[in-house]
């Protein structure tokens, strides 16, 4: 078998978990009545995941995919949906739940998208930002954590398909 570590942790498995359990509480303070939460796939599943079985109470859950056409190893910044949502917004309090922000792109898209549909409220939770690599101005509601601009990867992120199902965030050796 494959070794699956990543040269170097940045997020360990209880740093993230005691930081979702802090943000999922104050979600359900925010809305404590209705509560819709929309997945991007595929790296937010493992977040959502988590997330969801932190909210007390009721919550329903939704998901999305878009793809962003990368130009070598930079965005073009297009993005495109490629699974749209099972059930329609409206008069929902609806929050979207993304694993990273880097340039804001993709959240900037999804908000806009998403903000035609009706809802009572559309907000965001993100689990890591890359503050430094913005080219879209987005506003983050529920923000995990801060981090610099590397590639990181587990807990739902990637490289090349690689090292999603691990439970904490780490650097890759590239
Ligand atoms: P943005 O549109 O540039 O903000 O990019 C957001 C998307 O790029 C995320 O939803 C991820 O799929 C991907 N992404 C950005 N940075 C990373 C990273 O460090 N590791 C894995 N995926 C990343
Ligand atoms: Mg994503």
Redesign the pocket.
């Known amino acids: 078998m494959a070794e699956l570590r990543p040269a170097e942790i940045l997020l360990s498995e209880a740093q993230i978990q005691k930081r979702i359990a802090e943000m999922a509480l104050e979600i359900r303070r925010d809305f404590p009545d209705d509560l819709h939460v929309i997945a991007?796939l595929?790296?937010?599943f493992i977040f959502l995941s988590d997330l969801a079985r932190h909210i007390p109470g009721h919550v329903s859950l939704d998901f999305m995919a878009?793809s962003?056409y990368a130009k070598g190893t930079t965005?073009s910044?297009e993005?495109k949906m490629v699974k749209d949502l099972d059930t329609a917004l409206d008069g929902r309090n609806v929050i979207i739940v993304?694993?990273?922000?880097?340039?804001?792109?993709?959240?900037?898209?999804l908000m806009s998208l998403l903000a035609l549909r009706g809802m009572a409220s559309l907000k965001c939770c993100v689990l890591?930002s890359?503050p430094s690599?913005?080219?879209?101005e987005?506003h983050i509601d529920y923000l995990g954590f801060e981090?610099p601009d590397?590639?990181?990867?587990g807990y739902g992120?990637?490289?090349k398909e690689r090292y999603r199902a691990l439970p904490y965030i780490g650097i890759p050796s590239r």
């Not at 993304?98 to 898209?109: F, K, P």
């Open positions: 991007v595929k790296g937010a878009v962003s965005s910044g993005v993304e694993d990273i922000v880097d340039t804001g792109v993709t959240l900037d898209y890591l890359k690599c913005r080219k879209a987005v981090i590397v590639w990181v990867v992120l990637d490289d």
